[in-house]
């Protein structure tokens, strides 16, 4: 589970540090195999990508109330397809809002 896990999080960390589109919230050495944080660095936008993912069916993707930005949970349950799909429709977004 611990190497599934590993490879969720690194195909989204991974996607993170190449763009400078989105911003990971979390420095390299304290970031979470479970909860993955990142925004635009534009609250506008923020709201827009979480309005236009629950459309393409990516749920539960709002941050913390009090923090904003997007939190992916890839928790055990989460398949890899998830994750994948969630990185498909970041670039997708991020091309159309660049």
Sequence with gaps: MKKKNEEKASIL??????????????????RSMMNVTFRTGNEELDAKFVE???????VSIKGHRKVGGMRASIYN????EGVVAL??????FE???K
């Design 77 to 80: 349950a989460m398949p890899k």
């Design 52 to 58: 236009e993912a629950k459309k393409a069916g990516i």
């Design 13 to 30: 960390y991974d996607y993170l540090d190449q763009t400078t589109f989105y911003k990971c919230a979390a420095e390299k050495d304290s």
């Design 95 to 97: 091309k159309g809002n």
């Design 87 to 92: 990185v498909n429709f970041m670039k997708k």
